[in-house]
Structures are given as structure tokens and as C-alpha cells.
């Protein structure tokens, strides 16, 4: 019973209340008798595993795969320690095969800062010359690249209700087709009519594509930096992972091996939240929305008054959310353990100590999660049916 889930199944049981906010009352008075504690996994049996998987990788010049083992072989060490200098070194060479010339020395400098003894210095520096001769400009191969470098201009003005929006759109509603975007202009094939930072994001296939891109400002890079408590962030620089930490990842870096779920909730609540400056106005507002009809017209004046307040329009996701559904069991306990964890982060709490109303925040936000990474899981279904039909 070592995961985070089987913990909480174990622990906490609900069944037998009514309602929702019963449910969460009954978890949460659990969690103040019987807290979890979730352990830090890091191991450096398991950074000198991936080591040597990274070797074998090596030598079947898979240098992609041997990148990846390195990558993860960082994220069970502590920081500035002999294995990570070691580790650092070898993804610099992976990387210089893979011609990444630029990251390749970052990752060696890396490696020489941290070195703990002289032999492996001259090691390191051994290296680093060798990488020099292969990389004599710098810069120019496209596998350095940042993919999201590129970004357009709105083909039209900008929409003066829907920041990011082209004005040749607009919000409309009718009975039969409910909340939609329609077209005011002729729109030309090519035409940008949106441009817009994620809220937050999360990595929920942590084999596929993450060690690969920065946790923060999502740029494509391959010297990642792990976060220096957990072992599952990683960064392309100092600068964003001590922007990460600030905005978000210093509450998920308290208690480790959160799902991908819970890490991208608390990501979502510490961002609309403005760190827990605007807690009191999200609680206030969930409690506007327990009590809104199923009115269509209603939903639709919510939305569009709000559009330009990042906490209401992301919590209006969940308007049409249903109460005590048996499906959001799952999501009941772990709302009731986050807010039971957040009730120590005194920082982030700022005082506030109605712990339930904290709960049913987290709750409408695990609502919002899951309905839309179900979308994201019939789209790409609708996809791949499709494409097999087409073939």
C-alpha cells in the first residue's frame, strides 16, 4: 500500500454520508485523527540503475533513450552530490552525440561546478574540450530549437470581451446549440484567431515527450535541471524552476509523489488564487455557484461577465457540475486530503481556516480536471477511429 491513492482508499471512507459537503466534512474529520504522510521515493539505487540502462542504451547508440535514462537518474539524487556530477557528465556526452552541442556544455559546466574531487574535474574537463572540437558553432543545430518560440499575431483586432480572442469571433448562446463561438467575419484559412497561455498545465503521461520539455515555460530542451527536493519536476533553467517554486511548486514540493491529478489542481488553485491572495474571493464565489439554477440564460450571463477574471472563468468550468454524484468519490478524498495538507502551508493559507470551503474549492477544480482530460481522451479516441477508418 505504497501509493498516494491506496493510502487514501484505505483511509478514508465516506459511503455512508449523504451529500457531497457530508462526505468531505466525514473525510476531512478523518485526515485531523489520521494524517498521511507521503514518503520521498529518491533513491540512489535507482539513479545507478537508470545510470547503467543509460549505458547499455549507449552502446546501442539509442543516445535519445540514453538522455531520458540520464535525465531520470538525476531525479533520485540530491543535488551537487558526486552521482549527479557523474550523471551530468555522461548526459553531456548523450547529448553531444545527439549533436545538442549547446546543451551538451551547459550540462558539462554543470558537472565541473559540482565535481568533489580533482580526478573527475580533469574528467570533466576532458570532456568538455572534446565537445568543444565538435561543436565549433554553437547555436545552429535545429534540434536546439525551442518549439514555442514561434508565436503569431492575431489576424484581427483583439476581442474587448475575450482577452486573447480575435474580434472576428464572438460568445453566443441559443437554447438548442447552448454556449458557442461564432464567426463575425469572413475568416481566411490560416487566420490566428486565438492566442493564449494556459492557465496552468500538467504532464500526464510522464514517460511520453517530459523529459523533454521545461515543467514551467514549456521550451523544448533536453539539459533539464531537477527540482532540488522532489522527483518529479524538471526545468531548463535556475530562473524557472525558482519561478515554479514561487508560484506553485513550493506547496506540491512539500509532499511528494502527488498524482498528476493533484499536482495540476494545486497548480491550478495556487494560480487563480494568486498564492492564496484571493482564496476568500474563490470560496465566495463556489458558494455562488452551489447555489445557481440549471438556467442556460444564466450560465451563459455568468460566463461572459466574467470572462475577464481569470479566478470566475476557470471556475465557471464547473458550473454545470452534479451534486452527490458517486463518480467524484475519488475526487471527494483527495480534495479532503489536499485541503487537510494546505491547512499547515501558513503562508499560503494567510489565516483562513475554514478548511471544508477549501475542500469544496479543491473539489470543484477536480470536477474541471477530469471533465476536460476526458474531452482530451475522446478527441484523441475520435482521432485514431477516424484515421483507422480512413486507412
Same mark, same amino acid.
Given at each position: 500500500?505504497?501509493?498516494?491513492?491506496?493510502?487514501?482508499?484505505?483511509?478514508?471512507?465516506? !459511503?455512508?454520508?449523504?451529500?457531497?459537503?457530508?462526505?468531505?466534512?466525514?473525510?476531512?474529520?478523518?485526515?485531523?485523527?489520521?494524517?498521511?504522510?507521503?514518503?520521498?521515493?529518491?533513491?540512489? *539505487?535507482?539513479?545507478?540503475?537508470?545510470? /547503467?540502462?543509460?549505458?547499455? /542504451?549507449?552502446?546501442?547508440?539509442?543516445?535519445?533513450?540514453?538522455?531520458?535514462?540520464?535525465?531520470?537518474?538525476?531525479? #533520485?539524487?540530491?543535488?551537487?552530490?558526486?552521482?549527479?556530477?557523474?550523471?551530468?557528465?555522461?548526459?553531456?556526452?548523450?547529448?553531444?552525440?545527439?549533436?545538442?552541442?549547446?546543451?551538451? =556544455?551547459? !550540462?558539462?559546466?554543470? /558537472?565541473?561546478?559540482?565535481?568533489?574531487?580533482?580526478?573527475?574535474?580533469? *574528467?570533466?574537463?576532458?570532456?568538455?574540450? #572534446?565537445?568543444?572540437?565538435?561543436?565549433?558553432?554553437?547555436?545552429?543545430?535545429?534540434?536546439?530549437? @525551442?518549439?514555442?518560440?514561434?508565436?503569431?499575431? =492575431?489576424?484581427?483586432?483583439?476581442?474587448? %470581451?475575450?482577452?486573447?480572442?480575435?474580434?472576428?469571433?464572438?460568445?453566443?448562446?441559443?437554447? @438548442?446549440?447552448?454556449?458557442?463561438?461564432?464567426?463575425?467575419?469572413?475568416?481566411?484559412?490560416? !487566420?490566428?484567431?486565438?492566442?493564449?497561455?494556459?492557465? /496552468?498545465?500538467?504532464?500526464?503521461?510522464?514517460?511520453? &515527450? +517530459?523529459?523533454?520539455?521545461?515543467?514551467?515555460?514549456?521550451?523544448?530542451?533536453?539539459?533539464? =535541471?531537477?527540482? #532540488?527536493?522532489?522527483?518529479? &519536476?524538471?526545468?531548463?533553467?535556475?530562473?524557472?524552476?525558482?519561478?515554479?517554486?514561487?508560484?506553485?511548486?513550493?506547496?506540491?514540493?512539500?509532499?511528494?509523489?502527488?498524482?498528476? %491529478?493533484?499536482?495540476?489542481?494545486?497548480?491550478?488553485?495556487? $494560480?487563480?488564487?494568486?498564492?492564496?491572495?484571493?482564496?476568500?474571493?474563490?470560496?465566495?464565489?463556489?458558494? #455562488?455557484?452551489?447555489?445557481? *439554477?440549471?438556467?442556460?440564460?444564466?450560465?451563459?450571463?455568468?460566463?461572459?461577465?466574467?470572462?475577464?477574471?481569470?479566478?470566475?472563468?476557470?471556475?465557471?468550468?464547473?458550473?454545470?457540475? $452534479?451534486?452527490? !454524484?458517486?463518480?467524484?468519490?475519488?475526487?471527494?478524498? $483527495?480534495?479532503?486530503?489536499?485541503?487537510?495538507?494546505?491547512?499547515?502551508?501558513? *503562508?499560503?493559507?494567510?489565516?483562513?481556516?475554514?478548511?471544508?470551503?477549501?475542500?469544496?474549492? =479543491?473539489?470543484?477544480?477536480?470536477?474541471?480536471?477530469?471533465?476536460? &482530460?476526458?474531452? +482530451?481522451?475522446?478527441?484523441?479516441?475520435?482521432?485514431?477511429?477516424?484515421?483507422?477508418?480512413?486507412?
Amino acid at each position: 500500500m505504497d501509493s498516494f491513492e491506496e493510502k487514501l482508499a484505505f483511509l478514508l471512507h465516506s !459511503d455512508t454520508a449523504k451529500s457531497d459537503e457530508d462526505r468531505l466534512k466525514k473525510c476531512i474529520d478523518q485526515l485531523f485523527e489520521n494524517p498521511i504522510i507521503i514518503d520521498d521515493t529518491r533513491s540512489i *539505487n535507482n539513479a545507478i540503475m537508470f545510470n /547503467a540502462k543509460a549505458r547499455t /542504451a549507449m552502446s546501442n547508440k539509442d543516445y535519445e533513450g540514453a538522455a531520458d535514462f540520464y535525465t531520470k537518474g538525476l531525479q #533520485e539524487v540530491v543535488p551537487y552530490c558526486e552521482v549527479s556530477a557523474i550523471l551530468y557528465a555522461n548526459r553531456a556526452t548523450a547529448l553531444g552525440r545527439l549533436k545538442m552541442y549547446e546543451e551538451s =556544455l551547459i !550540462d558539462i559546466d554543470r /558537472a565541473i561546478k559540482i565535481s568533489p574531487n580533482t580526478e573527475l574535474t580533469k *574528467n570533466f574537463k576532458d570532456i568538455k574540450m #572534446e565537445l568543444k572540437k565538435e561543436a565549433p558553432r554553437p547555436n545552429t543545430n535545429p534540434n536546439n530549437r @525551442n518549439h514555442f518560440e514561434d508565436i503569431p499575431s =492575431l489576424s484581427h483586432d483583439e476581442n474587448i %470581451d475575450i482577452s486573447g480572442m480575435s474580434n472576428a469571433v464572438c460568445l453566443f448562446h441559443r437554447i @438548442n446549440y447552448g454556449i458557442y463561438f461564432q464567426a463575425t467575419k469572413t475568416l481566411r484559412k490560416g !487566420d490566428v484567431i486565438l492566442i493564449e497561455k494556459p492557465q /496552468a498545465t500538467s504532464f500526464c503521461q510522464p514517460d511520453v &515527450a +517530459v523529459a523533454n520539455m521545461c515543467h514551467y515555460c514549456l521550451k523544448w530542451y533536453r539539459a533539464l =535541471l531537477p527540482c #532540488e527536493q522532489c522527483n518529479s &519536476a524538471l526545468y531548463c533553467s535556475k530562473e524557472c524552476r525558482a519561478k515554479a517554486y514561487e508560484e506553485y511548486h513550493r506547496i506540491q514540493c512539500n509532499s511528494k509523489n502527488f498524482p498528476d %491529478d493533484v499536482q495540476f489542481v494545486i497548480t491550478l488553485l495556487m $494560480k487563480i488564487t494568486e498564492n492564496g491572495k484571493k482564496l476568500t474571493e474563490a470560496i465566495k464565489y463556489c458558494e #455562488e455557484l452551489d447555489t445557481m *439554477n440549471a438556467d442556460p440564460n444564466k450560465e451563459f450571463c455568468t460566463i461572459r461577465d466574467n470572462l475577464k477574471n481569470n479566478l470566475k472563468s476557470v471556475l465557471n468550468l464547473s458550473i454545470s457540475m $452534479k451534486k452527490n !454524484d458517486k463518480k467524484n468519490e475519488k475526487n471527494i478524498t $483527495k480534495s479532503a486530503y489536499i485541503a487537510s495538507f494546505l491547512r499547515n502551508q501558513i *503562508n499560503y493559507l494567510q489565516g483562513y481556516k475554514d478548511i471544508l470551503g477549501i475542500a469544496k474549492l =479543491l473539489f470543484r477544480l477536480f470536477y474541471i480536471f477530469h471533465a476536460h &482530460a476526458s474531452l +482530451v481522451s475522446i478527441n484523441q479516441f475520435l482521432s485514431a477511429f477516424l484515421s483507422n477508418r480512413c486507412d
